[in-house]
């Protein structure tokens, strides 16, 4: 079946440690998003890619680093510079001219003890 | 203001009953307006997706756009407790970049049986 994997599901990490949240699609598409979700809040766009090997800021860039050398898999690293890391993170892919269309995995939930 | 209101609710319904969902927006400028569906501790799923104003209807859902009055409803008619999730209003200006979609907060439904 195609679709979007994220893993790990859950992670726990102590403040002060990096952590690298994995996405992997097999849907061919050539677009992919790094989304955070907070209680209360909408969805809000960390990073994007449209193409392989680049990749673009969204609105909240600020702490997080991805890479994209491979189109099926676009990482997240939440580094320790992120204030507030504890969240739950969506990854998205898409297809050129498929407008608003985005299909999403089942997330990363990370907390920070 | 911000560019998208969504009423968080929660909003609780006795199954059967008709449910309104509804977002506002700023942007004059908005085209592409979309409904997903995201249940608990899941991934956002693609509902219903309309270009410009006017209805569209798929099944028990209706997804109504007025730009005039700058206003996006979903109505759910014959509730199910399978309908009991998170609604997010997506909206874009432009329908070749999903990087800008801009979301909604979500309101959380709950169907009673």
């Known amino acids: 079946d195609g679709g979007i994997t994220q893993s790990p599901k859950y992670l726990f990490r102590k403040e002060g440690q990096n952590v690298t949240l994995s996405c992997e699609q097999n849907l061919n598409h050539d677009a992919m998003y790094w989304y955070r979700q907070d209680p209360g809040q909408g969805l809000r766009l960390i990073y994007y890619s449209q193409i392989v090997n680049d990749f673009q800021k969204g609105d909240i860039a600020e702490g997080y680093s991805v890479s994209r050398e491979k189109k099926e898999s676009f990482p997240l690293t939440v580094t320790s510079a992120q204030k507030n890391p504890t969240a739950f993170y969506l990854c998205?892919?898409?297809?050129?001219?498929?407008?608003?269309?985005?299909?999403f995995g089942e997330g990363s939930r990370l907390t920070v003890l | 203001q911000k560019e998208v209101e969504q009423d968080p609710g929660p909003l609780s319904v006795p199954e059967g009953a008709i449910v309104s969902l509804n977002c506002t927006y700023s942007n004059s400028a908005f085209q592409y307006f979309m409904w997903y569906r995201q249940y608990s501790r899941k991934g956002p799923e693609l509902l219903m997706y309309t270009y410009s104003s006017g209805n569209k209807e798929d099944g028990r859902f209706t997804a109504q756009v007025d730009k005039s009055s700058k206003y996006i409803s979903l109505f759910i008619r014959d509730s199910q407790p399978s309908d009991s999730a998170t609604y997010l209003c997506?909206?874009?200006?432009?329908?070749?970049?999903?990087?800008?979609?801009?979301f909604g907060k979500g309101t959380l439904l709950t169907v009673n049986p």
């Open positions: 997506a909206m874009s200006a432009s329908g070749g970049s999903n990087y800008k979609l801009t």
């Open positions: 998205a892919s898409s297809t050129p001219g498929a407008a608003g269309e985005l299909f």
